[in-house]
């Protein structure tokens, strides 16, 4: 079945700093991928999304490429806040089009 | 637009209670998902349902678990007989339709309830 793997963390960073978490899947067809934040105490946000091969999602500064050829969708952001600490999934569809496969979450610390 | 809302936040049973959870999904919404989020990791879907209909329940546990979507109502995932392994957040999400061949629509998540199970 479908399957995501991304880095483990935390990531600590500055502000201002270049932020990058790896993330890779395994996919029979293509699926849609997503970035979820998850801030502390609350639900998943939803923070972008890629529906095909070579889309960009973008949000708040976020970016991700769905890449096909690497079977990646990294995200990035070219200058951290604090504001921006939080717990970062990375998700596929899955086969069946029912549920979203997640992956064991980022942490990232951003300090000041 | 109201969005997911889920009830309540905050659960404490002991071992051998009954747990009912609950989930609005956002209005306009028709299918509702529910996973669980133990502690240090990631969400595991447990079901997906549509109004009166159960879709896809390959990720709830075959015993003690339950989930129904009715035609009036909230959503209500039911743990019978807690343990306490059942501790977690249980998050419900929501999407207006979900379309076939491997693409999934986005999906959009409550607050959580954190269940303890003392």
């Known amino acids: 079945g479908n399957s995501v793997t991304q880095m483990e963390g935390p990531v600590t960073l500055s502000e201002e700093a270049f932020l990058t978490i790896n993330c890779t899947y395994t996919?029979?067809?293509?699926?849609?991928l997503f970035w979820y934040v998850q801030y502390p105490g609350e639900g998943l946000q939803l923070l972008l999304k890629?529906?095909?091969?070579?889309d960009k999602g973008s949000n708040k500064g976020f970016e991700a490429t769905y890449r096909k050829e690497t079977t990646s969708f990294h995200l990035e952001k070219g200058s951290v806040q604090v504001s921006d600490s939080a717990v970062y999934f990375c998700?596929?569809?899955?086969?069946?089009?029912?549920?979203?496969?997640f992956g064991k979450g980022t942490t990232l610390s951003v300090s000041s | 637009n109201a969005g997911v809302m889920q009830n309540p936040r905050h659960l404490v049973r002991r071992r051998g209670q009954e747990a009912r959870l609950r989930c609005s999904p956002m209005?306009?919404?028709?299918?509702v998902y529910w996973y669980r989020q133990l502690p240090e990791e990631g969400l595991k879907f447990m079901v997906y349902l549509q109004k009166e209909n159960i879709i896809d329940e390959s990720g709830m546990p075959k015993e003690r678990f339950s989930a129904e979507f009715p035609k009036e109502g909230p959503s209500i995932l039911r743990i019978q007989q807690v343990v306490r392994g059942d501790s977690a957040a249980y998050f419900c999400a929501s999407s207006p339709s979900s379309r076939p061949g491997g693409s999934t629509d986005t999906q959009y998540f409550g607050p959580g309830t954190r269940l303890t199970v003392l």
């Open positions: 996919a029979t067809g293509y699926p849609s």
């Open positions: 998700a596929v569809g899955n086969q069946a089009g029912t549920a979203l496969i």
């Open positions: 890629a529906t095909k091969a070579d």
């Open positions: 209005k306009g919404h028709s299918h």
